[in-house]
């Protein structure tokens, strides 16, 4: 049972266009969202949280937005740039913070030159 | 200030010997979370850990693995007769104790079972 899915493995865009990326969740309890992302033989390095009391969240190029009617949250970079070529995981927890966090699987953006 | 350290960064166990993966959580954080990475999936949790506490190890194996934070030193996930499935890579990662915070992760311990 994948409480955390996202359904696109890869997505490709140009430098300089925007990217989003998608994330959906089963589980209504689900409080708090983040975005990881995560290089080859890395460890998963935060980008952007959101509480589920708020609908969006910016930080510089990149923006969390959050649907709970839809149980669907999305990650816009933009622009794009070479360097945010990554996997990127969304979470989720229901205990407020970062506790026992539910990932999906993970989406692998490439971005061209 | 350190960020979560994980040592080490490469294992290599036969079956059936014991691995011990350590974590040393950023200064400050109090609370240590274990997840493991199979191939083509994202992390699973395992456990959290609070200084010489489980606070919750719903996700770990009920045999043969074990985890612990001592009041002193890092927090240790230990695997007992390893076996091939148990490869995969160890991420460890830490919070403050405030709610609505992030976890940061360690660069992971790959264990390779042969």
């Known amino acids: 049972d994948q409480q955390v899915k996202q359904n696109s493995p890869s997505l490709s865009v140009q430098e300089g266009r925007i990217s989003i990326l998608n994330c959906d969740y089963t589980n209504s309890m689900f409080d708090y969202f983040l975005w990881y992302k995560k290089y080859p033989a890395e460890g998963p390095t935060f980008l952007i949280s959101i509480s589920s009391i708020k609908d969006k969240n910016e930080d510089g190029r990149f923006t969390v937005f959050l649907n709970k009617s839809a149980k669907h949250l999305s990650l816009h970079i933009v622009p794009s740039q070479p360097g945010d070529s990554a996997v990127y995981f969304c979470a989720a927890s229901n205990q407020g913070g970062s506790e026992k966090l539910v990932f999906g699987k993970g989406t692998k953006l490439t971005v061209n030159p | 200030n350190a960020g979560v350290m994980q040592n080490p960064r490469h294992l290599v166990r036969r079956r059936g010997q014991e691995a011990r993966l350590r974590c040393s959580p950023m200064?400050?954080?109090?609370?240590v979370y274990w997840y493991r990475q199979l191939p083509e999936e994202g992390l699973k949790f395992m456990v959290y850990?609070?200084?010489?506490?489980?606070?919750?190890e719903s996700g770990m194996p009920k045999e043969r693995f074990s985890a612990e934070f001592p009041k002193e030193g890092p927090s240790i996930l230990r695997i007992q007769q390893v076996v091939r499935g148990d490869s995969a890579a160890y991420f460890c990662a830490s919070s403050p104790p405030q709610a609505n915070t992030e976890a940061f992760f360690g660069q992971g311990t790959r264990l390779t079972v042969v």
């Open positions: 850990l609070q200084k010489e506490n489980i606070i919750d």
């Open positions: 200064k400050g954080h109090s609370h």
